[in-house]
């Protein structure tokens, strides 16, 4: 592993290769760190959709390096054309995130037809860079308002360590740097607030074995991973304070839309009595949704994610096969927990109630004036 990185961010622009934009590989972490460059916009549609990057953030701000890439390699006559396929076809790489059409909207509409193509692709530029740097900002903020809700937790529990549960990976890898669901973690675990992180593998693709493990060590949090099934045992038996997750989508009414197994994780949570919370960015949700349940679109991935699984044998990664050669496979990336499961929402904004009045008075500049 190189220094290079830090290990602090999961995107940059390079500064040795002419505005090259380098993503950490994250299909080959913990075993192996790899950089992926970005030099066109088939190169961001891939790493969206093969998952070279993932988690909502990311693969926003992804797509808005991408849009800016079509821009710059642009050699024709029609520049705003241009941009209009590259959002569409960066649109289509993955379903649920919203984030990812919300970059390539906003892209779109910092393009000025009437300003030169250089202007264009410099206003293009920094904009994609904005929108990185704020993503980065809302994170800590999310970090900054989740924080107090884990020091209630230590105050009232008679000094035991915080017992937190996650589903997936909603750390920096995820959402270029902080996380959302860890930043109140890291930031509790700098101010010296013992606790411990129940880490669920999150099957099939193991995000939370692979990647919320490998983060939670690279900061010394304490932490353990768990089958995915044993969540609902450890909260049946006291040992779980607070269930934190993150959003992929969450809607107007407050349902979340997560990691397939984040509603089998509420509904313990809420049989049990323990606080369940999503951190998400304002860039997850979907301001133009109420009903997410049955409405937000539910990304079905290849059966070979689950037929297979990856692990280090030797000195590479490997793939072995699980199930029986002609067994049917579904493989539902998602799936969508009521707002009424939802205990809070942590947002860069502070927390709200998981419903529409809640998170319109911390964002009401979304007040639809009709």
């Given at each position: 592993?190189?220094?290079?990185?830090?290990?602090?961010?999961?995107?940059?622009?390079?500064?040795?290769?002419?505005?090259?934009?380098?993503?950490?590989?994250?299909?080959?972490?913990?075993?192996?760190?790899?950089?992926?460059?970005?030099?066109?916009?088939?190169?961001?549609?891939?790493?969206?959709?093969?998952?070279?990057?993932?988690?909502?953030?990311?693969?926003?701000?992804?797509?808005?390096?991408?849009?800016?890439?079509?821009?710059?390699?642009?050699?024709?006559?029609?520049?705003?054309?241009?941009l209009s396929e590259a959002a569409g076809y960066l649109n289509s790489s993955r379903p649920?995130?919203?984030?990812?059409?919300?970059?390539?909207?906003?892209?779109?509409?910092?393009?000025?037809?009437?300003?030169?193509?250089?202007?264009?692709?410099?206003?293009?530029?920094?904009?994609?860079?904005?929108?990185?740097?704020?993503?980065?900002?809302?994170?800590?903020?999310?970090?900054?308002?989740?924080?107090?809700?884990?020091?209630?937790?230590?105050?009232?529990?008679?000094?035991?360590?915080?017992?937190?549960?996650?589903?997936?990976?909603?750390?920096?890898?995820?959402?270029?740097?902080?996380?959302?669901?860890?930043a109140p973690i890291y930031l509790a675990h700098q101010k010296g607030i013992?606790?411990?992180?129940?880490?669920?593998?999150?099957?099939?693709?193991?995000?939370?074995?692979?990647?919320?493990?490998?983060?939670?060590?690279?900061?010394?949090?304490?932490?353990?991973?768990?089958?995915?099934?044993?969540?609902?045992?450890?909260?049946?038996?006291?040992?779980?304070?607070?269930?934190?997750?993150?959003?992929?989508?969450?809607?107007?009414?407050?349902?979340?839309?997560?990691?397939?197994?984040?509603?089998?994780?509420?509904?313990?949570?809420?049989?049990?009595?323990?606080?369940?919370?999503?951190?998400?960015?304002?860039?997850?949700?979907?301001?133009?949704?109420?009903?997410?349940?049955?409405?937000?679109?539910?990304?079905?991935?290849?059966?070979?994610?689950?037929?297979?699984?990856?692990?280090?044998?030797?000195?590479?990664?490997?793939?072995?096969?699980?199930?029986?050669?002609?067994?049917?496979?579904?493989?539902?990336?998602?799936?969508?927990?009521?707002?009424?499961?939802?205990?809070?929402?942590?947002?860069?904004?502070?927390?709200?109630?998981?419903?529409?009045?809640?998170?319109?008075?911390?964002?009401?500049?979304?007040?639809?004036?009709?």
């Amino acid at each position: 592993m190189t220094d290079r990185f830090h290990f602090e961010s999961s995107i940059w622009v390079s500064e040795e290769h002419n505005r090259l934009i380098e993503v950490i590989d994250q299909r080959f972490l913990p075993f192996e760190t790899k950089i992926f460059n970005l030099k066109t916009v088939e190169d961001a549609y891939f790493a969206i959709r093969e998952m070279v990057v993932r988690g909502a953030p990311l693969i926003g701000v992804t797509a808005a390096f991408g849009m800016y890439l079509a821009l710059r390699n642009y050699r024709g006559d029609h520049p705003g054309r241009c941009l209009s396929e590259a959002a569409g076809y960066l649109n289509s790489s993955r379903p649920t995130a919203v984030n990812l059409f919300f970059a390539t909207r906003r892209l779109l509409e910092t393009f000025d037809p009437g300003k030169p193509h250089a202007v264009n692709v410099e206003n293009i530029y920094h904009e994609a860079v904005r929108m990185r740097q704020e993503e980065i900002d809302s994170c800590r903020q999310i970090g900054e308002h989740g924080v107090p809700l884990i020091e209630e937790i230590f105050r009232n529990n008679g000094g035991r360590p915080v017992e937190i549960l996650t589903h997936c990976n909603a750390g920096w890898l995820a959402c270029v740097e902080w996380g959302t669901a860890t930043a109140p973690i890291y930031l509790a675990h700098q101010k010296g607030i013992p606790l411990h992180v129940w880490v669920d593998e999150t099957r099939p693709r193991n995000q939370g074995a692979r990647l919320t493990a490998f983060e939670l060590g690279l900061k010394g949090v304490p932490h353990t991973v768990i089958p995915d099934n044993a969540g609902g045992h450890l909260m049946q038996h006291g040992r779980v304070d607070l269930v934190l997750t993150g959003s992929d989508r969450t809607t107007l009414n407050g349902d979340v839309a997560n990691k397939i197994g984040t509603y089998l994780k509420a509904l313990a949570a809420a049989d049990n009595g323990i606080p369940f919370y999503a951190a998400l960015p304002s860039s997850s949700i979907d301001w133009e949704l109420e009903d997410g349940v049955y409405h937000i679109p539910v990304e079905e991935r290849s059966p070979d994610e689950v037929a297979f699984i990856e692990g280090w044998y030797g000195k590479q990664i490997t793939a072995v096969r699980l199930i029986p050669e002609k067994s049917p496979v579904a493989n539902y990336g998602f799936d969508v927990t009521p707002a009424r499961l939802v205990t809070g929402l942590i947002t860069e904004r502070g927390v709200c109630r998981a419903e529409k009045n809640s998170l319109l008075h911390l964002f009401p500049e979304k007040q639809n004036p009709l």
